[in-house]
């Protein structure tokens, strides 16, 4: 249902420079596949956002746990496009990382990029992102089942944050399984969203908890369901129910994780996944999930690239029916 287009000439002169610095800086790494010198942690989006804080706390826990120094560079644009693509000319190299999330999945199947996810190595996956359908508190919408049935006799406008957002994704989920349509009105960012939703300029959004528990506990705004498997056990949000429960069958979470170059040494690989599977263990790791209300299912390697797999079937079915 969606068409491909092409990126910003931004995605190609990034992936050219770094195709020509590729071969003449980077650190090396020893017999036992250890990095050395600096490290840089990619962030394929802006600074402030979720993929953002998702990258800061990777690095600073990787750095906590390995000794090494991780720096985060944000190189946004194109949707994300852009990070991988500079990723993508990384080949072999161990002193890259990227933060990682649906958009790495969802750009090949909508945008003509270069890469998809088998040209890159999957080090771990943190833990699932649901998220809420919100409204404004003087909403006439009190469930997820009212705005389906709004939708099927009037004009519903939804907020979305890019082609290959979360909530573009969820949206196209409710409008397959409900056979409804709804308006879009895009935005650059979730905090765009938000700012749309509470100045009345949308009718409903799909936001990830982290976003909105705040204006949730102030009465700013109210959530009508989770697309979430099953109920949150935060408290702020235990009460939601989900979207299976309104007859929605909808469940779809984006994923928060790290990735390496593709060709990087086995050596290095397993050293960068005990690293992360060190880090699972830290309170840090669990600072990070419990602050942004994610659920935690942290996979590594071969079992992270199985789940991006089937990740990636669920996502040929919103954008290509």
Known sequence: MKSRAPLAAAVAATAL????????????????????????????????????????????????????????????????????????????????????????????????????????????????????????????????????????????????????????????????????????????????????LLGGQVDVASLNPSEVVAQLEAGDLKALCAFADERYTYDELADIPTAAEQGIDVSFAQFRGFIAPGGISAETEAYWTDAAEAFAETDDYTQYIESNYMQANAVYGDDFTEYLAGNTADLEKVFTE
């Open 17 to 196: 420079f770094a195709l020509t610095a590729c071969g003449s800086a980077g650190a090396g790494s020893g017999a036992d596949g250890a990095p050395s010198g600096n490290i840089s942690m990619i962030v394929p989006f802006s600074a402030g956002g979720g993929s953002d804080l998702s990258g800061r706390a990777i690095a600073s826990g990787l750095e906590a746990g390995t000794g090494l120094n991780i720096s985060v560079e944000n190189r946004e644009g194109g949707s994300g496009a852009v990070g991988y693509s500079y990723l993508l000319a990384q080949q072999g190299k161990s002193d890259t990382l990227l933060a990682s999330e649906t958009a790495m999945l969802a750009l090949p199947l909508t945008q003509d990029v270069e890469f998809s996810y088998e040209d890159f190595t999957p080090i771990m996956k943190l833990g699932d992102d649901f998220t809420l359908m919100v409204v404004a508190p003087d909403s006439p919408y009190d469930t997820c089942t009212d705005v389906i049935d709004a939708a099927d006799d009037d004009r519903v406008v939804a907020a979305v944050s890019g082609a290959t957002s979360l909530d573009e994704i969820i949206f196209t989920l409710v409008e397959q399984d409900q056979g409804i349509e709804l308006d879009r009105v895009p935005f650059e960012s979730g905090s765009e969203v938000l700012t749309a």
